[in-house]
């Protein structure tokens, strides 16, 4: 911590805070404070300006949240006429949507005296006018969205707006919203409370900071950038991409893998081939990337936190969070449009993710870190288990320089001790069934998700109400090539599983159970209720583990 060393209340109760966002913190569950908001949250609530440095999952959008309530609950006993007070800006339609979030959690005991609005989703802005006409207490929105209603006219911060957050700092620059932001300060009064909250202290952030921030104070939390080793194991396998795909498949079939996942690729295709791939297998995932509209992306995000899948397949969007590598690689991108206000692994809120699989290495050791922080967060275990190929060698063993730790220097990385040649019967089924998975199939699949989300969208399905022709053209436009299915993948028959397995599992037997086939969760009462601490430990194979005492624990 660089300033302010002195003592900081330890509870949420001993920083005077309104009763009703006390209660709304009980219901969160959240016993105390984290680290960051034991710190800002005094330091926001005497009115300072805050520059917060701290890694995604640190409980960062509360330490804002909570002072920027607390004021408006103090302002309203006083307040003659409705405003809006506080103003929070973040570079991606998710993050402005998952602030909100929670903002509404932490004030649903005064829903009525502090109301929030998200002006990020992309609809008419005449949509939203009348709702800023209203002026809700706090808006919440990207720099650009945020400018055109004010440009419009139908935003005006003049004269009551008494907060500015913008969080993930230094991705509001990498994405380009700079001249935004400069833009944004001529509507902005002269005295305002302002915080920046940012996962790096870069010379952009440095810049933002002199344009907003007066006098700040800086809470650098000395924090690591990862969870400590005790809560957070890291594993690594060597493996080529087939049998990646059969490692991967016979992990989740054979239920070794438990509670939640996100799988993350390189690609956008390669979300859609593995996708295609594990529905060959009766294993349903849900696809996250940044050429989905918001309105899906954000969907699959509340699905996921709220366990109706159990796995995320999803593509890093570097390009998005790094201006530099967009440049140099135009030609290769998709030639889809992709949305500049969307972003995948930072700071979005995957809550309660058990493992991260990174089934293509990620390219480098920030975007290695950004997907390890989506697991162990607050104070749950986690684990991420990472397939490496060849050509990937030397991305693993620069992450492994970088992320080295205890008195010894000592790599993080485990060895995940896998013996191919037990699942052949997987290797051979998933051969065909990731050959199965053509261009054309994943084409097919971008396609449909497309599709799926016309549908879903409220407004169009008003009008197709009123317009039943129109739907059935739109249904009957363009014939799916979908993977064609074949149901004996779906079983797990007892010859294929691994014959140090088999006493364990009981799957052959659980495989004429419906529901076995969908369940990776941790709800199954089969004996692999093991190492709930840590679930990629149960991916071991316990007669290997035998066969190799000690050699990997
Ligand atoms: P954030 O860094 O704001 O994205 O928060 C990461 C996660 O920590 C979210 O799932 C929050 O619900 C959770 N969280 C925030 N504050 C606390 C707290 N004081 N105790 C426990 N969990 C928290």
Redo the contacts with the bound molecule.
């Keep these: 911590m660089s300033d302010e060393e002195d003592e900081k209340p330890r509870h949420f109760h001993e920083m005077e805070l309104d009763d009703r966002i006390l209660k709304a913190i009980a219901k ?1 569950g ?5 680290m960051i ?1 034991e710190k800002a949250i005094p330091l926001l609530l005497e009115g300072k300006d805050v520059l917060v440095r701290a890694r ?7 330490a804002f949240a909570i002072p920027v309530i607390q004021r408006i609950l103090c302002s309203k006993k006083l307040a003659t006429e409705q405003a809006i007070k506080a103003l929070i800006l973040a570079p991606s339609k998710e993050l402005c949507h998952q602030i909100c979030g ?1 903002v509404k959690d932490l004030t649903y005991k005064c829903s009525r005296e502090v109301r929030c609005i998200d002006i990020a989703p992309q609809v008419d802005l005449s949509v939203q006018k009348p709702l800023l006409v209203e002026k809700p207490d706090i808006v919440v929105g990207t720099p650009a969205r945020t400018l055109q209603h004010l440009k419009a006219g139908n935003l005006n911060l003049k004269k009551s707006l008494e907060m500015v957050v913008v969080d993930e700092a230094d991705l509001v620059f990498s994405f380009g919203y700079e001249d935004e932001i400069k833009e944004l300060m001529g509507y902005m009064p002269k005295i305002y409370q302002a915080i920046l909250a940012s996962a790096t202290l870069s010379n952009d952030v440095k810049n933002l900071k002199s344009l907003i921030l007066h006098n700040p104070v800086t809470l650098k939390l000395e924090e690591p950038d990862l969870a400590p080793a005790s809560q957070l194991t890291h594993y690594h396998l060597y493996a080529e991409e087939m049998d990646k795909a059969a490692i991967l498949c016979s992990l989740l079939k054979l239920h070794l893998i438990r509670g939640k996942t996100i799988i993350f690729v390189n690609t956008v295709d390669k979300c859609y081939k593995i996708k295609l791939f594990l529905e060959q297998f009766a294993i349903p995932t849900c696809v996250l990337n940044s050429e989905l509209p918001a309105a899906i992306r954000c969907h699959s995000v509340n699905q996921f936190n709220q366990g109706i899948y159990d796995i995320i397949v999803a593509s890093d969007e570097k390009s998005l969070e790094d201006p530099g590598t967009k440049k140099e690689e135009p030609a290769k991108k998709s030639k889809r449009k992709k949305d500049k206000e969307s972003g995948v692994s930072r ?1 979005i ?1 995957f ?1 309660c993710v058990a493992n991260v699989i990174n089934f293509d290495f990620p390219q480098d050791t920030q975007a290695y870190i950004h997907r390890a922080g989506r697991t162990a ?2 104070n749950n275990q986690g684990s991420v288990l990472s397939f490496v190929s060849l050509k990937e060698k030397q991305l693993l063993e620069k992450v492994e320089k970088k992320i080295r730790q205890g008195e010894n220097d000592e790599s993080v990385f485990k060895t995940y001790q896998f013996k191919l040649n037990e699942i052949e019967a997987f290797r051979y089924r998933a051969k065909d069934a990731w050959k199965a998975v053509t261009r054309i199939a994943v084409r097919e699949a971008r396609l449909k998700e497309i599709k799926m989300e016309i549908f879903n969208c409220q407004k169009l399905k008003s009008y197709f109400e009123d317009n039943p022709t129109d739907l059935n053209i739109l249904r009957h436009d363009k014939a799916l090539h979908t993977v064609k299915i074949q149901q004996h993948l779906a079983d797990v028959p007892e010859y294929i599983v691994p014959p140090t397995l088999k006493s364990l599992t009981g799957i052959a037997r659980k495989g004429k159970r419906k529901r076995e086939h969908f369940n990776t969760s941790g709800s199954s009462s089969s004996k692999f209720e093991v190492k709930k601490s840590n679930p990629l430990l149960s991916m071991q194979f316990e007669g290997f583990k035998k066969k190799k005492k000690k050699q990997n624990t």
């Design positions: 969160l959240w016993l105390q404070p984290t908001q995604t999952g640190s409980g960062k959008t509360a929670v700071g809120d809550q967060r607050g």
